[in-house]
């Protein structure tokens, strides 16, 4: 499996997946994507059925991974995949709710929402690859609360690795300041920037834009571009299909609250290589850039200051990154459409698909979608506690409300359970007027001692920072 970039690069040179794991995007801008979705027919599902979580994983990943020697590979998945970091030997177990009505765990690894999937495979993936010729790597990044933890937590005391997570300094919740602040891991480094989040994200850009710096000391980011991230989060589609259905191609419905479009495009993946999913139901919170191109096959990302700050906060988003990457599926993979339809975005703002030959492509691609706000998710936080005695996360709640919309009683529904309610007991609160439960390892979080490098928003001090630690 060699991999191309959504805008061209790399078609007469098709590169490796070891190449693409530490980029962020190609040299054109673009996206890496494999050249060809593997296609698997009902005898390979059958052949999958039965596996456990980490077997299961390396038949999917040894699919899209085939410049890793398989027994290695298989090492990293069993490392990455244990019951101790995610909770059980199932990692992503489901559970019924209703009759055809199911939530899918993804959020039981260490920091409580389903990036861990795929960051806790990433981060033993790039202590691997590193390792192979003694390079490193200081990876980069600016967090307004998961993906910085994610990333400490599959990062932390690997060989070869550092962490420079900007956050903006008093702007997370203590929750989530603690989880971040109290690694004492000496490869973790947690600066918090005065400013927001959009000023941390400014300086991340202004270093890696520095390409002197970024070369002499070689910085990366684990973005939600990665692929290997996409790749990862595939096998629990296949996962939850699995546990729903009895085998003979009946589809199944998934719904996934979104933000930058990761986790929903693995189940475009997983669709795309055959795996019998009927629809893709899309949520988004009041920021509904994705509903919008859904329902009008208008894609108008949003400025930064028409984003808003919402109670289901990591799908808060302007624009959705992987969304390039479905776009290049619905355009028949011509870079040439893409480049020119990103070019629009650049000049005019937005681009259309009505009318256009992709239309259709749009509508056999199984998405459908919806918004939901927050008097929606205190709605189905309460609704769900009451019928069902289970107390799900905001951004879970978003992708229940409208899964339910979206709902035929005859095909069995997963909503995908994103993070855990003890990462956001204020809105759990504010729904069910007590607090959620908390799993005991996180007990006494917040008494932890913490520490963190405060800093000015200024790119030149943050650079002097990592100079003087890398
Ligand atoms: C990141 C995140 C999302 C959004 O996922 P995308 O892959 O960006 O669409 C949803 N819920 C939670 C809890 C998250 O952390």
């Given at each position: 499996?060699?991999?191309?970039?959504?805008?061209?690069?790399?078609?007469?040179?098709?590169?490796?997946?070891?190449?693409?794991?530490?980029?962020?995007?190609?040299?054109?801008?673009?996206?890496?994507?494999?050249?060809?979705?593997?296609?698997?027919?009902?005898?390979?599902?059958?052949?999958?059925?039965?596996?456990?979580?980490?077997?299961?994983?390396?038949?999917?990943?040894?699919?899209?991974?085939?410049?890793?020697?398989?027994?290695?590979?298989?090492?990293?998945?069993?490392?990455?995949?244990?019951?101790?970091?995610?909770?059980?030997?199932?990692?992503?177990?489901?559970?019924?709710?209703?009759?055809?009505?199911?939530?899918?765990?993804?959020?039981?690894?260490?920091?409580?929402?389903?990036?861990?999937?795929?960051?806790?495979?990433?981060?033993?993936?790039?202590?691997?690859?590193?390792?192979?010729?003694?390079?490193?790597?200081?990876?980069?990044?600016?967090?307004?609360?998961?993906?910085?933890?994610?990333?400490?937590?599959?990062?932390?005391?690997?060989?070869?690795?550092?962490?420079?997570?900007?956050?903006?300094?008093?702007?997370?919740?203590?929750?989530?300041?603690?989880?971040?602040?109290?690694?004492?891991?000496?490869?973790?480094?947690?600066?918090?920037?005065?400013?927001?989040?959009?000023?941390?994200?400014?300086?991340?850009?202004?270093?890696?834009?520095?390409?002197?710096?970024?070369?002499?000391?070689?910085?990366?980011?684990?973005?939600?571009?990665?692929?290997?991230?996409?790749?990862?989060?595939?096998?629990?589609?296949?996962?939850?299909?699995?546990a729903v259905t009895r085998g003979g191609g009946d589809g199944v419905?998934?719904?996934?609250?979104?933000?930058?479009?990761?986790?929903?495009?693995?189940?475009?993946?997983?669709?795309?290589?055959?795996?019998?999913?009927?629809?893709?139901?899309?949520?988004?919170?009041?920021?509904?850039?994705?509903?919008?191109?859904?329902?009008?096959?208008?894609?108008?990302?949003?400025?930064?200051?028409?984003?808003?700050?919402?109670?289901?906060?990591?799908?808060?988003?302007?624009?959705?990154?992987?969304?390039?990457?479905?776009?290049?599926?619905?355009?028949?993979?011509?870079?040439?459409?893409?480049?020119?339809?990103?070019?629009?975005?650049?000049?005019?703002?937005?681009?259309?698909?009505?009318?256009?030959?992709?239309?259709?492509?749009?509508?056999?691609?199984?998405?459908?979608?919806?918004?939901?706000?927050?008097?929606?998710?205190?709605?189905?936080?309460?609704?769900?506690?009451?019928?069902?005695?289970?107390?799900?996360?905001?951004?879970?709640?978003?992708?229940?409300?409208?899964?339910?919309?979206?709902?035929?009683?005859?095909?069995?529904?997963?909503?995908?359970?994103?993070?855990?309610?003890?990462?956001?007991?204020?809105?759990i609160r504010e729904a069910l007027g007590r607090d959620p439960e908390?799993?005991?390892?996180?007990?006494?979080?917040?008494?932890?001692?913490?520490?963190?490098?405060?800093?000015?928003?200024?790119?030149?001090?943050?650079?002097?920072f990592i100079a003087a630690h890398a």
């Open positions: 499996m060699r991999y191309v970039s959504t805008r061209g690069a790399w078609r007469e040179d098709p590169q490796p997946f070891s190449a693409i794991l530490l980029e962020g995007l190609a040299p054109d801008g673009g996206l890496a994507m494999p050249q060809a979705y593997p296609r698997l027919d009902a005898a390979a599902l059958a052949a999958l059925r039965p596996l456990g979580y980490r077997d299961l994983a390396h038949a999917v990943l040894s699919l899209f991974v085939t410049d890793i020697p398989g027994a290695d590979l298989k090492a990293l998945i069993d490392r990455s995949y244990t019951a101790a970091t995610f909770g059980s030997d199932e990692i992503t177990p489901l559970s019924t709710l209703a009759p055809g009505l199911h939530l899918l765990h993804v959020s039981n690894g260490p920091t409580l929402a389903f990036k861990d999937i795929a960051l806790q495979l990433l981060g033993n993936l790039f202590e691997y690859v590193l390792g192979k010729d003694g390079r490193e790597l200081n990876i980069l990044g600016a967090t307004s609360g998961d993906t910085g933890s994610s990333a400490e937590y599959a990062m932390r005391g690997k060989r070869g690795l550092r962490v420079f997570m900007l956050s903006p300094h008093e702007r997370m919740s203590p929750f989530q300041q603690a989880q971040m602040f109290s690694l004492a891991d000496p490869n973790i480094h947690n600066l918090a920037i005065d400013g927001v989040f959009d000023d941390c994200q400014d300086i991340v850009k202004a270093v890696s834009c520095d390409a002197a710096f970024k070369a002499r000391w070689k910085i990366g980011t684990v973005n939600s571009i990665n692929w290997a991230r996409v790749a990862a989060q595939v096998v629990y589609y296949f996962k939850a299909y699995f419905d998934f719904a996934v609250p979104s933000g930058n479009f990761g986790n929903i495009l693995a189940g475009h993946v997983a669709r795309q290589m055959g795996l019998p999913i009927r629809r893709l139901i899309l949520a988004t919170n009041e920021n509904d850039v994705l509903d919008e191109f859904f329902r009008t096959l208008t894609y108008r990302p949003r400025a930064t200051a028409q984003t808003c700050a919402t109670s289901s906060p990591s799908m808060d988003i302007s624009k959705a990154s992987n969304f390039e990457r479905y776009v290049f599926d619905i355009v028949g993979r011509d870079p040439a459409v893409v480049r020119a339809l990103w070019q629009r975005l650049d000049t005019e703002g937005s681009f259309d698909l009505k009318g256009t030959p992709y239309a259709a492509s749009v509508a056999a691609s199984g998405f459908v979608s919806g918004k939901s706000t927050h008097a929606d998710r205190l709605a189905t936080i309460r609704d769900v506690a009451a019928r069902y005695g289970v107390v799900v996360d905001p951004h879970t709640a978003d992708g229940i409300k409208v899964g339910q919309e979206h709902r035929d009683a005859r095909v069995p529904l997963v909503c995908v359970e994103t993070a855990l309610p003890a990462k956001f007991a204020a809105t908390r799993p005991a390892a996180y007990a006494d979080l917040e008494r932890r001692p913490q520490r963190c490098e405060r800093l000015p928003a200024d790119a030149a001090r943050v650079k002097a």
